[in-house]
């Protein structure tokens, strides 16, 4: 059956269009189940990508209204850790009823703020809903141990949460990655303090909306804004026991030693340079249409976007096909019905893709199809960048070597899948690798060999389902990946395990002192 399942709209209007907006409202904290207007004297102006438009202003938030958002979490985390699971399990039910109900709405609030295209902004909050909903199978996944470990002696294991927790979310998936949060973070009995991006917290002011109108509690789920001053603030309050960070390498490293160093738990997801390795007995037509939608989707700015495509033996001569399906991509403003890309995030983001794109040929690369300085007709002023396929790459060029985080595929060949694996192998990112092949003992080879955490056998995006967890290998987290969101190290990260071993006996005549280790034999 079809996954696709029709989208209800909702009566609150929502954007539709690129259109100027009049007189952009500015973004709220959301504290205390209330929308409240920051004080700040310092704002971040937040333009639709696709036409440079002033969206909304976010706030920097003041230290006051952070504190407050922690003491609006301390205040909360007594009440919601005794309320019973059944009760959480039945807001969760709520919540994902009304994302369903407003997908329409938040997916809108995605492609004005993060420029995607509004499919593919679906598909955003899908993701995210995923989450939420393999959540309402809570009473069943948070079961302790128990086991009679002596004659009227028995040790039980069970999880507690850790009272309050953050999130701080990267500006990519702007629904999908709070939703890796929300609710595991939640319904395991924590309170959330949420920073969305400063550069498209929409869906997440959307989410804290239904979230009040699902029941969560005042000071359950708590947003606040802002750029590093928020982040610090988050890494050095001790209340806040845990953190879950999605974003740059830049960012996450010191984010993840600074919050480490504090004593708290970080679980960290950070940059990516995924490799698709076409070998010549693939379904070509099926691996290239794979390929090219991986690469140039999202204006390749997905963590698993495919932004390396190793071809192998005579799998070098398909590269025409490669770029006849990339020119047949529409580049337009993501409202428009039949845009496939959307623009970068900001005009730096543009111009920082460009330049490596520049460096690319200026290190001897080709630039087999150039997508540099696109506009398109109706968004002049947007920041587009078309797909761009680069070729006689080397592992030394800086558009290897870098997350480009752009609609670029970068090509380099090799003779036999031995050299592929070992190539891969070489880059310091491991969020995720793709075979294209229609050998089982090929895919086999691939698999037990490539050391990125999440493999696609002729799947070029493998992102797994929220039973499963994101499992991102070597630069792409950090800490060694010990942390990794939802599924079950989901909610063993939001939850302390305690182990209790107790004794009930009627006669205390049979225990004699003892001052040796006790073996409970
Ligand atoms: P980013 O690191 O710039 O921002 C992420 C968050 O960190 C934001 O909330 C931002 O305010 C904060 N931040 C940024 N710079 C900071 C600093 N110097 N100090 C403290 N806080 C700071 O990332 P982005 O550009 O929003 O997102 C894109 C990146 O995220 C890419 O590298 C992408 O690969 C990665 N990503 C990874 C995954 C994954 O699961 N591995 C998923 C999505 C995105």
Same mark, same amino acid.
């Given at each position: 059956?079809?996954?696709?399942?029709?989208?209800?709209?909702?009566?609150?209007?929502?954007?539709?269009?690129?259109? #100027?907006?009049?007189?952009?409202?500015?973004?709220?904290?959301?504290?205390?189940?209330?929308?409240?207007?920051?004080?700040?004297?310092?704002?971040?102006?937040?333009?639709?990508?696709?036409?440079?438009? %002033?969206?909304?202003?976010?706030?920097?938030?003041?230290?006051?209204?952070?504190?407050?958002?922690?003491?609006?979490?301390?205040?909360?985390?007594?009440?919601?850790?005794?309320?019973?699971?059944?009760?959480?399990?039945?807001?969760?039910?709520?919540?994902?009823?009304?994302?369903?109900?407003?997908?329409?709405?938040?997916?809108?609030?995605?492609? %004005?703020?993060?420029?995607?295209?509004?499919?593919?902004?679906?598909?955003?909050?899908?993701?995210?809903?995923?989450?939420?909903?393999?959540?309402?199978?809570?009473?069943?996944?948070?079961?302790?141990?128990?086991?009679?470990?002596?004659?009227?002696?028995?040790?039980?294991?069970?999880?507690?949460?850790?009272?309050?927790?953050?999130?701080?979310?990267?500006?990519?998936?702007?629904?999908?990655?709070? %939703?890796?949060?929300?609710?595991?973070?939640?319904?395991?009995?924590?309170?959330?303090?949420?920073?969305?991006?400063?550069?498209?917290?929409?869906?997440?002011?959307?989410?804290?909306?239904?979230?009040?109108?699902?029941?969560?509690?005042?000071?359950?789920?708590?947003?606040?804004?802002?750029?590093?001053?928020?982040?610090?603030?988050?890494?050095?309050?001790?209340?806040?026991?845990?953190?879950?960070?999605?974003?740059?390498?830049?960012?996450?490293?010191?984010?993840?030693?600074?919050?480490?160093?504090?004593?708290?738990?970080?679980?960290?997801?950070?940059?990516?340079?995924?490799?698709?390795?076409?070998?010549?007995?693939?379904?070509?037509?099926?691996?290239?249409?794979?390929?090219?939608?991986?690469?140039?989707?999202?204006?390749?700015?997905?963590?698993?976007?495919?932004?390396?495509?190793?071809?192998?033996?005579?799998?070098?001569?398909?590269?025409?096909?490669?770029?006849?399906?990339?020119?047949?991509?529409?580049?337009?403003?993501?409202?428009?019905?039949?845009?496939?890309?959307?623009?970068?995030?900001?005009?730096?983001?543009?111009?920082?893709?460009?330049?490596?794109?520049?460096?690319?040929?200026?290190?001897?690369?080709?630039? %087999?199809?150039?997508?540099?300085?696109?506009?398109?007709?109706?968004?002049?002023?947007?920041?587009?960048?078309?797909?761009?396929?680069?070729?006689?790459?080397?592992?030394?060029?800086?558009?290897?070597?870098?997350?480009?985080?752009?609609?670029?595929?970068?090509?380099?060949?090799?003779?036999?899948?031995?050299?592929?694996? #070992?190539?891969?192998?070489?880059?310091?990112?491991?969020?995720?690798?793709?075979?294209?092949?229609?050998?089982?003992?090929?895919?086999?080879?691939?698999?037990?060999?490539?050391?990125?955490?999440?493999?696609?056998?002729?799947?070029?995006?493998?992102?797994?389902?929220?039973?499963?967890?994101?499992?991102?290998?070597?630069?792409?987290?950090?800490?060694?990946?010990?942390?990794?969101?939802?599924?079950?190290?989901?909610?063993?990260?939001?939850? #302390?395990?305690?182990?209790?071993?107790?004794?009930?006996?009627?006669?205390?005549?049979?225990?004699?002192?003892?001052?040796?280790?006790?073996?409970?034999?």
């Amino acid at each position: 059956p079809s996954l696709s399942v029709s989208l209800p709209s909702t009566a609150t209007e929502f954007p539709r269009s690129h259109q #100027q907006i009049a007189n952009p409202s500015n973004t709220t904290n959301f504290i205390d189940n209330e929308f409240v207007k920051s004080n700040t004297a310092e704002w971040i102006d937040l333009h639709d990508p696709a036409t440079n438009y %002033l969206v909304t202003r976010v706030p920097q938030s003041t230290n006051e209204e952070l504190r407050a958002a922690v003491e609006s979490a301390q205040k909360a985390f007594p009440a919601w850790r005794a309320t019973s699971i059944i009760a959480k399990q039945y807001i969760i039910f709520k919540f994902v009823g009304l994302i369903r109900a407003n997908w329409d709405r938040l997916a809108a609030t995605i492609t %004005l703020e993060q420029g995607k295209t509004l499919k593919d902004a679906r598909g955003d909050v899908l993701r995210g809903l995923q989450v939420a909903e393999t959540a309402c199978g809570i009473t069943t996944q948070l079961t302790g141990e128990v086991l009679e470990v002596a004659r009227d002696m028995e040790t039980r294991s069970y999880r507690e949460p850790l009272g309050v927790v953050a999130a701080i979310c990267p500006f990519n998936f702007p629904a999908m990655i709070p %939703l890796w949060s929300i609710p595991i973070a939640t319904v395991t009995g924590n309170c959330l303090i949420l920073k969305p991006s400063e550069r498209d917290p929409g869906a997440a002011m959307i989410l804290a909306e239904l979230a009040r109108e699902a029941g969560f509690p005042k000071g359950v789920l708590n947003i606040i804004h802002g750029g590093p001053k928020t982040v610090n603030f988050i890494l050095d309050e001790p209340s806040i026991k845990a953190i879950s960070f999605v974003g740059s390498n830049s960012a996450g490293e010191y984010i993840y030693t600074r919050g480490s160093a504090n004593g708290k738990r970080v679980q960290a997801n950070l940059g990516a340079k995924n490799h698709a390795v076409l070998l010549p007995d693939a379904d070509k037509n099926a691996a290239l249409d794979a390929i090219v939608g991986a690469a140039f989707g999202a204006a390749g700015q997905r963590c698993m976007a495919l932004s390396v495509l190793v071809t192998v033996g005579e799998t070098s001569e398909w590269l025409p096909g490669v770029i006849a399906r990339a020119k047949d991509l529409i580049v337009s403003g993501g409202f428009e019905k039949d845009s496939d890309v959307g623009p970068l995030i900001s005009a730096q983001s543009k111009n920082r893709v460009e330049n490596l794109i520049t460096s690319a040929q200026e290190e001897g690369a080709e630039i %087999l199809l150039d997508g540099r300085g696109y506009k398109p007709a109706k968004y002049p002023n947007g920041n587009f960048v078309g797909p761009t396929v680069i070729t006689n790459v080397t592992q030394n060029m800086a558009c290897y070597r870098e997350e480009i985080f752009g609609p670029v595929l970068v090509c380099i060949s090799t003779q036999t899948v031995e050299e592929a694996v #070992q190539l891969v192998n070489a880059n310091e990112y491991g969020n995720g690798a793709s075979v294209f092949t229609r050998s089982g003992t090929l895919a086999s080879y691939f698999q037990r060999n490539i050391e990125a955490g999440q493999i696609g056998i002729n799947v070029p995006i493998p992102v797994p389902l929220p039973m499963f967890s994101f499992t991102g290998n070597k630069k792409s987290v950090a800490g060694g990946g010990v942390s990794t969101f939802y599924g079950k190290p989901g909610l063993n990260f939001y939850t #302390q395990q305690k182990t209790v071993t107790s004794l009930w006996r009627e006669e205390s005549s049979g225990l004699k002192k003892q001052v040796v280790m006790p073996a409970h034999l």
